[in-house]
Every structure is written in structure tokens, then in C-alpha cells.
């Protein structure tokens, strides 16, 4: 380590004053880019996400009593019945949340495609599937 004993300045005299240096081939870069150059490190990567996560709501599925399954099952075989016809239906179904606990319901509208009894899947005109197991209710054409 050398002392500074008030020479350094001295030995930048030749090249001080001089202009500073433009490139022909690159832009300046903006200010504002410049400065982000020394922004601080972000430790917290993904931080953001997880609060915004845990925030996210969820329901709870509630489960049907047997009235309510039996209700559902007419329903199905109306559909079934008329199901050339294409009767409108409007079906609400829960959807279990991928990362936690409890999910959302919502509702599909249109008519059925297909009742997938092997699979136990509702096919709707727009390719929505839709589990048997996890339908809340139905609306249709007998209710009008």
C-alpha cells in the first residue's frame, strides 16, 4: 500500500482535462439505465409471489347431502334424455386450488356435449370437463 503524500494529482495533469470519450458504434446509455446498473442485489427473489400467495382466498368445498346427490343424479338423466336437443344447462362445480387448501367454484354455461360415465366427466360445448364428483348444482331447462 503506497502513502499519499499529494503526488497523485500530479501524475493525472497530462490527462485530466482532456474530453470525455463518445463511442461512434454504441449509444449513450440513459441515466436512468445507468444508475440501475448499482442497484442493490435483490436477496428477496420471489418474496412478492409468496405474499401474494398467501393472500390468494380460497373456499371450501361444501360437501351435498344425500337429497341434494339424488337431486343432482335427475338432473344428469334429464340431461341425458335430451342431450341431442341440447338443451341449455348452467353448471356450477368446485375446483380444488392447485397450492393449498380449498379451491373455487364456478359456473359453466352452454350445453353438454357428452356425460362421460367412465370417466365421470361432464364434456360441455366448449371442451370445458367438468368431474361429476365436484358439481354443486345445475340449472337448466327445467327450471323455466
Same mark, same amino acid.
Given at each position: 500500500?503506497?502513502?499519499? %503524500?499529494?503526488?497523485? +494529482?500530479?501524475?493525472? &495533469? &497530462?490527462?485530466?482535462?482532456? /474530453? ?12 436512468? =439505465?445507468?444508475? @440501475?446498473?448499482?442497484? /442493490? ?6 418474496? *412478492? =409471489?409468496?405474499? $401474494? ?6 373456499? *371450501?368445498?361444501?360437501? !351435498? =347431502? ?5 337431486? !343432482? =343424479? *335427475? ?9 341431442? @336437443? ?5 353448471? #356450477?362445480?368446485?375446483? /380444488? &386450488? $392447485?397450492?393449498?387448501?380449498?379451491? #373455487?367454484?364456478? #359456473? ?12 365421470? %366427466?361432464?364434456?360441455? %360445448?366448449?371442451? #370445458? ?6 358439481? +354443486? &348444482? ?5 327450471? +323455466?
Amino acid at each position: 500500500m503506497t502513502k499519499n %503524500n499529494g503526488n497523485d +494529482r500530479q501524475r493525472y &495533469d &497530462d490527462i485530466i482535462h482532456l /474530453p470525455h470519450h463518445v463511442s461512434e458504434v454504441h449509444l449513450q446509455m440513459a441515466p436512468g =439505465d445507468r444508475a @440501475a446498473q448499482f442497484s /442493490p442485489f435483490a436477496a428477496l427473489t420471489g418474496y *412478492e =409471489d409468496v405474499l $401474494e400467495e398467501a393472500g390468494r382466498l380460497t373456499g *371450501e368445498r361444501i360437501e !351435498l =347431502d344425500e337429497d341434494a346427490k339424488i337431486i !343432482l =343424479d *335427475e338432473k344428469l338423466r334429464m340431461i341425458q334424455e335430451q342431450i341431442t @336437443a341440447r338443451p341449455q344447462v348452467e353448471i #356450477t362445480y368446485f375446483v /380444488p &386450488d $392447485e397450492k393449498k387448501a380449498g379451491g #373455487t367454484y364456478n #359456473t359453466a354455461e352452454g350445453w353438454v356435449k357428452k356425460i362421460d360415465r367412465y370417466g365421470q %366427466n361432464i364434456i360441455m %360445448n366448449d371442451g #370445458t370437463k367438468i368431474p361429476v364428483g365436484e358439481i +354443486r &348444482d345445475i340449472k337448466g331447462f327445467w327450471d +323455466r
